[in-house]
């Protein structure tokens, strides 16, 4: 944006310039090879002098029609309206449903001598509360804030003598990385009597008549620091966002301070009605933020809050099938579906059983969108042997691909790959995905350079 304004500038300079030139010259201007040059119609020497007396005459008689203006008007201060918005009823209202989401995760890093370390690390971001169930509180904040998360805790926005009765931890109860949502749940066991007193559920509002210009107050937590507020406008809507992985979300855009850790917080209208879910993850300016519109989350909310709790088991189950990550970039390229490619089906495994082949994309696991290698390996994890699910899978058909749905029922996975650990990548690697080569993009397999590193044994596969 800001090499777009120094443009703007640098053009409207150029144009004024041209005009204050063309005012005080008075022949024609044309230009040649690029070069402003001015001509001048040859006249006798006297009609010239003439033209020149003329034009001073023109001149003086201008200068004396020439009005004086008085002194500009101006107000007193202590009389002006006074336009500022005090939005501290709003937000008294809306803090009670507000809450911060700190959350611990296992990250891969390359160390100094290029191998491959596990590190612990921890974020901070924001969400709120929208339902509550017999067990309950359920929470909205984002899918990439919690999905890779090994332990979760919020912070209630209530008072306590203690400040430890205002934490609890959570669990994930479903993400939807297409539209980067995701629900968390806290067991009302957990909270503090005297915190759940003070707690409220948010008021969902409605999206589909924004206008640009309409007040929008963000509240949550941010940089980390603790929940804060800021109040803007909604600057646009219907903005398309795309992602470094190629993804992409429509939202709307406000001029609200935007700080990392709001993720997942609340923006509210006049009336403290939601009406969008920030995601500071997608920041692309000074003072540019961007929110899911409420409308497009609540079908997604609904979904998740109605979905059953689960904690990640010892040993998940297993379908017998090895799979690679289609890249964001291959997919469009290619127009291939994203989601978990299966290289490969081992021979009367689960996979088999119900019909899985080569080829075949996972784009759903149990209901939760799969768009990645990674994301099936999340969710599995929840799952035990002996369960079934429903899987949703593209199948090419040699001109396109086709939606169907399967029943899996997981099996224990065969010793040898339990004890498979993940390989170190290839130098050609980049997070788990080999890029496309437009120059080749066929090998000896159809599919060759598309995917990613397959994790684990291809004989007997990963999953």
């Known amino acids: 944006m800001k090499n777009r304004n120094r443009i703007a500038a640098v053009v409207t300079g150029a144009v004024l310039a041209g005009a204050l030139m063309i005012g005080q010259i008075a022949p024609s201007v044309y230009a040649e090879d690029g070069e402003t040059t001015l001509t001048v119609t040859e006249t006798e020497e006297a009609a010239e002098e003439e033209a020149v007396e003329e034009e001073v005459k023109e001149t003086e008689k201008q200068t004396e029609e020439k009005k004086v203006y008085e002194q500009l008007e101006t107000t007193n201060s202590s009389d002006a309206v006074v336009t500022a918005i005090d939005v501290s009823g709003v937000v008294e209202a809306v803090m009670p449903s507000i809450v911060t989401v700190s959350e611990k995760s296992v990250q891969e890093i390359e160390t100094y001598f290029g191998m491959s370390q596990s590190v612990e690390v921890e974020g901070a971001a924001s969400g709120f509360i929208i339902a509550q169930n017999d067990d309950e509180l359920l929470i909205a904040t984002n899918n990439h804030v919690v999905e890779d998360s090994t332990e979760v805790t919020v912070a209630f926005s209530a008072e306590a003598e203690d400040p430890d009765n205002l934490l609890a931890p959570a669990r994930v109860k479903g993400t939807d990385a297409k539209t980067d949502l995701a629900v968390i749940a806290v067991n009302l066991e957990?909270?503090?009597?005297?915190?759940?007193?003070?707690?409220k559920i948010a008021v969902l509002g409605s999206s589909d008549k924004l206008k640009v210009g309409q007040t929008a107050i963000t509240i949550g937590n941010s940089l980390g620091e603790g929940i804060s507020v800021t109040s803007g406008i909604i600057s646009a809507l219907n903005v398309e966002i795309t992602m470094e992985d190629g993804?992409?979300?429509?939202e709307f855009q406000t001029d609200g301070a935007a700080n990392q850790g709001q993720s997942g917080g609340a923006i509210v209208n006049a009336k403290g009605e939601?009406?969008?879910?920030?995601?500071?993850?997608?920041?692309d300016g000074d003072?540019?933020?961007y929110a899911i519109p409420i409308s497009t989350a609540i079908p997604v909310l609904q979904d998740l809050i109605n979905r059953e709790t689960r904690d990640i088991v010892e040993e998940h189950g297993y379908m017998g099938?090895?799979?690679?990550?289609?890249?964001?970039?291959?997919?469009?390229?290619?127009?291939?579906?994203?989601?978990a490619y299966i290289y490969e089906v081992s021979d009367g495994s689960a996979g088999d059983k119900a019909g899985l082949k080569k080829g075949d994309i996972i784009v759903g696991f149990d209901g939760i969108t799969i768009d990645s290698q990674e994301a099936l390996l999340r969710q599995i994890n929840y799952y035990e042997p002996g369960e079934t699910v429903e899987v949703k899978i593209m199948r090419g058909d040699g001109s396109g691909y086709e939606e169907q749905t399967v029943e899996i029922t997981l099996e224990d996975a065969p010793e040898e790959v339990k004890a498979q650990k993940k390989p170190e990548k290839k130098d050609n690697d980049e997070d788990g995905e080999l890029q496309h080569d437009p120059d080749d993009p066929f090998g000896r397999d159809p599919f060759d350079g598309l995917f990613g590193d397959i994790w684990g044994d291809q004989e007997n596969g990963d999953f």
């Open 190 to 199: 957990d909270i503090n009597e005297d915190v759940l007193k003070q707690l």
């Open 247 to 250: 993804s992409k979300f429509t």
């Open 274 to 283: 939601v009406i969008g879910i920030f995601s500071a993850g997608y920041l």
């Open 287 to 289: 003072n540019m933020g």
């Open 321 to 339: 099938i090895t799979v690679v990550a289609v890249s964001a970039e291959a997919s469009e390229y290619y127009n291939i579906p994203e989601g």
